[in-house]
């Protein structure tokens, strides 16, 4: 006997409501409103701001370049310490990238390299720069140390992650032939990852170039103590000045950085970041 | 030997050509006199860094006994603000990055003039230092937690904008095509083709960008944005190492705690 269809079959809909989802927007939007609350973001606050903001712009133009010597002097400092501390950082953060990688190392020496490498990337190069100040003085030097740390924290990690993605096929081939470690590294791990930590260290001196600008503001050298200082002596339109030819310098070396990837990488293989 | 294959075996292979090894060498080249012309002219002053080693144990000893008791009255509070502005300045930058990372992509606005000003506005984001961007809103708005979050902010828009855009390029156009076929909409094809595709990335980007936004707000106090900074710079400033010890502990706790939920809900949602 065939039972009577007393209902139409449901219509499935296309796109079901995603409850989970509806929630989470709720809960997010409760949050925006709790947390702009604990801001004391007022309309008046805006209006006074967008006032400041007006008459702030004004003063920056046009850029004034007051002190052409200190802009020079801290643009070259920033440069060599984004350098020096870039070439340092990539040469200490080779052995410990790849101690650090696990399908290569005992578990005794992945665990200290990766330990230094987190400790490495915990802290923002500025605190870092903090330190450092304290401990060699005020100066490019301290600059350089906090880059260098924060070098063999990014670059570490990533060399060690693209170490732990290589096929070992090669490497057992090489193995194979009674090569030592160091031809294994040199002939069967090198290479496969050469590509990729190109790629890593043209970003890590960009990187540097960028954060090199800012260590200045706690005293480790650079442009970024001229930048603090004009900006606390309310020398606006020598700020943006300062800050044009930060901007300036940080595109050459974007442009830079892409020429040299190029060089070394093949053609559409050129991935960012 | 053969003779016609003489002139085979002559020639050497080279896996690069002439042109390739110049620029190659070129490069190696830059890079030498780079680092050799910075190492001679940094002012760098060795006698402090003989007193180095010393001056690093002073300092560990000023740090050490941690003053605990620093953290429920001075710590904790800047601690939750600086998580607040990570957090809105992210959520501010995703609303701000939507419709410029659309702009950016030429498959969804076919238009070259509107991409390139998306993408300008992309990269000027990008390259201003979250730090810079704190001092132009701390001029603005004055100090406190509301520039720091702005700082943020600014600063993301950039950096999600640029990856969302990406992302959106690299999307299937066969479902687009399809939904266009039907005679969708633009607002359907964004929300039920476009969307659907880069959900994971546009996800996957926001935590990536909140984790990082998490140890960059925990500077931005240096120049009066606001957050834990704040702290740090009080106690840096009257040299309450043990203080300051605290506040880097605090610092360090919470990045690992941020980076231990990224790497948990990438692992469930993604």
């Excluded at chain 2, 076919?110 to 390139?116: D, G, H, K």
């Excluded at chain 2, 546009?202 to 960008?209: E, H, K, M, N």
């Amino acid at each position: 006997m065939i039972e009577p269809v007393t209902r139409a079959p449901q219509r499935r809909h296309a796109f079901p409501p995603n409850w989970w989802a509806r929630i989470g927007w709720l809960v997010l939007a409760a949050y925006v409103a709790y947390a702009l609350g604990r801001l004391d973001f007022s309309w008046d606050r805006f209006v006074t701001g967008l006032d400041n903001g007006a008459r702030f712009i004004g003063r920056m133009l046009p850029p004034r370049i007051a002190q052409p010597d200190s802009l020079a002097k801290g643009l070259i400092e920033s440069l060599e310490i984004a350098i020096l501390a870039s070439s340092m950082g990539i040469l200490l953060s080779l052995p410990i990238g790849l101690f650090a990688a696990r399908n290569l190392m005992p578990v005794w020496a992945t665990w200290p390299a990766r330990a230094i490498i987190a400790a490495a990337r915990s802290f923002h190069p500025v605190i870092v720069a903090i330190i450092f100040v304290k401990a060699v003085g005020f100066g490019a030097l301290a600059g350089i140390c906090a880059l260098v740390v924060a070098s063999i924290g990014f670059i570490g990690k990533l060399f060690a992650e693209a170490i732990e993605e290589i096929s070992l096929k090669q490497v057992e081939a090489v193995r194979a032939t009674g090569a030592s470690f160091m031809n294994v590294i040199l002939f069967g791990v090198l290479p496969q990852v050469f590509g990729r930590f190109i790629g890593f260290a043209t970003y890590q001196l960009d990187s540097n170039l960028r954060n090199s600008t800012m260590v200045g503001i706690v005293g480790a050298g650079g442009i970024g103590g001229t930048l603090f200082s004009a900006f606390q002596r309310f020398d606006y339109d020598f700020v943006a000045a300062i800050l044009l030819s930060i901007i300036a310098m940080i595109m050459v070396g974007e442009v830079l950085a892409t020429w040299v990837r190029g060089v070394f990488l093949e053609k559409g293989k050129v991935d960012e970041e | 030997m053969n003779p016609a294959l003489a002139h085979v075996e002559s020639r050497t292979w080279r896996r690069f050509t002439p042109r390739q090894r110049l620029a190659r060498f070129s490069v190696y080249l830059t890079l030498v006199v780079a680092i050799v012309l910075s190492a001679r002219t940094v002012e760098v002053i060795p006698e402090f860094l003989y007193d180095a080693p010393e001056q690093m144990r002073d300092l560990l000893e000023r740090m050490w006994p941690i003053s605990w008791s620093h953290y429920p009255k001075g710590v904790h509070d800047a601690l939750v603000e600086t998580l607040h502005i990570a957090t809105l300045g992210t959520l501010f930058a995703l609303v701000m990055a939507l419709p410029v990372g659309l702009m950016a992509a030429n498959n969804v606005v076919p238009n070259r003039l509107v991409n390139y000003l998306a993408k300008l506005v992309l990269v000027s984001s990008r390259s201003v230092n979250s730090l810079v961007w704190a001092l132009l809103f701390v001029a603005v708005f004055g100090p406190g937690a509301l520039a720091g979050t702005l700082a943020i902010a600014f600063r993301s828009v950039g950096f999600v904008g640029k990856l969302f855009g990406e992302a959106l390029e690299e999307s299937n156009r066969g479902t687009i095509e399809a939904l266009e076929a039907t005679g969708a909409p633009w607002s359907s094809r964004l929300a039920w083709g476009y969307w659907p595709q880069v959900k994971p990335a546009f996800w996957s980007i926001a935590l990536f960008r909140w984790d990082i936004n998490v140890r960059e707000s925990a500077v931005l106090g240096l120049v009066g944005a606001g957050g834990i900074g704040m702290a740090l710079d009080t106690a840096l400033n009257l040299f309450q190492w043990d203080r300051v010890a605290m506040v880097l502990f605090s610092i360090f706790s919470v990045v690992v705690v941020a980076e231990i939920i990224v790497t948990q809900i990438r692992r469930k949602i993604l």
